[in-house]
């Protein structure tokens, strides 16, 4: 953390030459996000009754990083709380990986357990661009959960520094999702809370992958555009802390999208780091911003000596 420490003391010192004071504040609550501390869980409270359901989706290209993601989750809710861990996965994630995967989860917290949710076609048309269709394997979840009536999702290029008892009861009430401001008025997809039974009641989960294809070009953002689109006015936003990436605090911070709470939160009590796309992957770049942290929780996984050794590549 040292580096980031020296970054938040340059911005502060460059404020006395800023005349602007509207500008000097700006360049403050930017060079908060520096000051993140990794939220360490508070004392013990007594353990939920009952596991929370969660669920991630990815391909064989994030097998680990969907490893380290769980390390993280379950380091930081021992003695507090177990879940039903959910993966949407395709015929590439290999019974081995899998397998590794389901052992990390035994390991790290017995009462845990891990189901893998083969990724159905719905989705098979849709553009992807640069992308794959993993993409669009959380819009899959109201279709391979029929049992459930509500599901936290969470990328898998993220990392939990606390665990997730206070949002398990949120009450959706008639909203379709509940997710973090990427700007004022639409939420980034990267962690989600979705209420899976009003997506099917209402059919909203039927028109999705037509929607996509419909809109095209129109719809830069693929899944993250669809779900803003498909459920505008029916999101509930969360705070920042549930999905905090550090290049979003000063735009949002512009745009009126941070509140004097967040400002606390965010130093002492983030949830979820994601290194959300346009920031380099600690997997790839040791000494970007958080990487520590990142790396903190891969020596958890039976991964890390392979990371290791391709990241000196």
């Known amino acids: 953390m040292f580096i980031e420490r020296l970054k938040w003391l340059f ?43 969660i669920a991630f989706c990815f391909d064989s290209h994030f097998v680990r990083q969907a490893g380290v993601t769980m390390a993280s989750l379950l380091a930081n809710s021992k003695n507090r709380t177990s879940y039903n861990i959910h993966c949407v996965v395709d015929d590439s994630v290999t019974p081995e990986g899998r397998a590794v995967l389901t052992d990390l989860v035994r390991k790290m917290d017995p009462g845990s357990t891990l189901k893998f949710l083969e990724a159905n076609h719905d989705f098979d048309r849709c553009p992807v661009h640069r992308l794959t269709l993993g993409a669009y394997f959380r819009c899959m979840l109201p279709a391979l959960l029929p049992e459930l009536d509500e599901i936290i999702y969470a990328d898998v290029d993220a990392i939990f520094l606390r665990d997730l008892i206070e949002l398990a009861d949120l009450d959706l009430g008639d909203n379709l999702l509940a997710g973090v401001q990427e700007r004022p008025g639409y939420i980034n997809s990267g962690f989600l809370v979705m209420n899976l039974a009003r997506l099917r009641s209402e059919k909203i989960y039927d028109i999705w992958p037509e929607t996509r294809i419909r809109m095209g070009e129109q719809l830069q953002g693929h899944d993250q555009d669809l779900l803003n689109l498909t459920c505008q006015g029916r999101i509930l936003f969360l705070p920042v802390k549930y999905n905090f990436f550090h290049y979003m605090y000063p735009h949002l911070y512009r745009r009126g999208g941070i509140a004097p709470q967040d400002h606390h939160e965010l130093k002492y009590e983030v949830v979820m780091v994601h290194y959300a796309c346009g920031v380099p992957k600690p997997w790839r770049e040791k000494r970007f911003y958080m990487s520590n942290l990142w790396w903190e929780y891969a020596r958890l996984t039976p991964f890390y000596e392979e990371l290791r050794a391709e990241l000196k590549t």
């Not at 460059?14 to 403050?28: D, G, H, M, Q, T």
């Open 11 to 53: 911005l502060n010192l460059a404020c006395a030459f800023v005349p602007s004071k509207k500008y000097r504040e700006l360049i403050r609550y930017s060079a908060l996000r520096y000051r993140i501390r990794p939220g360490r869980p508070p004392l013990p409270v007594k353990k939920r009754p009952a596991p929370i359901n």
